[in-house]
């Protein structure tokens, strides 16, 4: 199990008014903005390879994303 400490006090009244104690709400939404972040990262490597032109075949990147996002 990973816990996550709070020192900003602003932050911390921020999700208790927000999630009045709905920790299933809270970490589901912690979860998808994380993910959210990520492929936003692959997204500006992804940008920046092309401008590179490091890119790879349409083929390629389709299997290689769909391997990648698909749910099992």
């Known amino acids: 199990m990973l816990s996550i400490q709070l020192n900003n006090p602003e932050l911390e009244s921020f999700i208790q008014n927000e999630y009045r104690g709905d920790e299933s709400s809270l970490m589901r939404q912690f979860v998808e903005f994380l993910r959210f972040q990520k492929i936003k990262s692959e997204v500006k490597t992804s940008i920046e390879e092309l401008d590179r ?20």
């Open 53 to 72: 032109d490091e890119f790879i075949g349409i083929d390629e990147a389709f299997d290689m994303a769909t391997a990648k996002y698909v749910k099992h």
